[in-house]
C-alpha cells in the first residue's frame, strides 16, 4: 500500500493511494516522540475552542436564536473555524485519529499498544487544552463584551440534555464523519477543496448538534463554568459516551469498513 499519489499530480488519487496515504500518516504519527504528540494535541486542543467561541458570538448577536434557519447555518459555519485550525495546521486530533491510527493496526504494522499510546496522549492533550481556552475565554469574558454568559449555557445545555443512549450514537454518527472528513482531505488535492471539506462535514456535525468528544468538552465546560445547573456528572457522562461513540464510528465505519474493501481489489 506504498503506491500513494505524489504531490501535485493532477490526477484523482484512486482508494488504494488514499489508504497508503492513511496508512503512511498513521505510522509516521504513532512514532512520534510523547512530547511532540502531547503539544500537538495541546495545540489542537486550544485552537478548537474557537469554534465554540464563536458560536457564542453569533448566539449574543442573533435576535432569534436556535431554531431560526439563518442562524443554525451560521452557527454550523462558524462552528467549523475551530476545524479549520486544527486539521489545516496539522495539529493532532483525536477523533482524526480513531480512524487514522487505525489502518497501521488493522495492516498489522503497528500494535494496539502503540494505539493506545497514541490515543491516549493525543486524547490528554486535547483535552487540557480545551480547558485552558475555556478558562482564558471564562476569565476575560467580561472584558470582551462579545457574548452572554447566557449564549455558552443554551449551547452547553444543547449537548447535555439528552439520554445517555443518543449521546452514544450521536457520537458514533460524530466520529464517523470525522474519519470520513480524514479520508476525503486526504484524497483532496487542493487546500480550497480540503477547507470546502472541512466546512461541509464538520457543520452537518455543527447542524445536527452531535457530540464530537473534543470540540464538545468546550462547549460543555463553558456551561460547567457558568450555570449551576450544569453539573461534573453532566460533564463526565457527556465525555465518556461522546467519546466511545466517536471511537466506535471513526474507527468501524471507516477505518474497517473502507480498508476491508481496498485490500480486497478496489480500483
Known sequence: MSDSQPDGSTEQMTSRNILGSLLESGLHEMNRERSGLLLSGLSAGLDIGFGP????VVLTLSP????????ELLLASVYSIGFMFVILGRSELFTEHTTLAVIPVLD??????????????????NLVGG???TLLVFLLLPELGVATPESFETIAFKLVNHSLTWLFVGGVFAGWLMGLLAWLVTAAQETTS??????IVTGTIGLLHLPHSIAGNVEVLFGLFISPEITIIDYVG?????TIGNVFGGGVFVALLKYGHVVRGAD
Open 53 to 56: 467561541l464563536m458560536m457564542a
Open 64 to 71: 432569534s436564536g436556535y431554531g431560526d434557519l439563518t442562524t
Open 108 to 125: 498489522r504494522q503497528a500494535s494496539l499498544g502503540q494505539l493506545g499510546r497514541l490515543w491516549g496522549l493525543v486524547y490528554v492533550g
Open 131 to 133: 480547558f485552558l481556552f
Open 194 to 199: 480540503r477547507i470546502l471539506l472541512v466546512l
Open 238 to 242: 457527556f465525555l465518556v459516551l461522546a
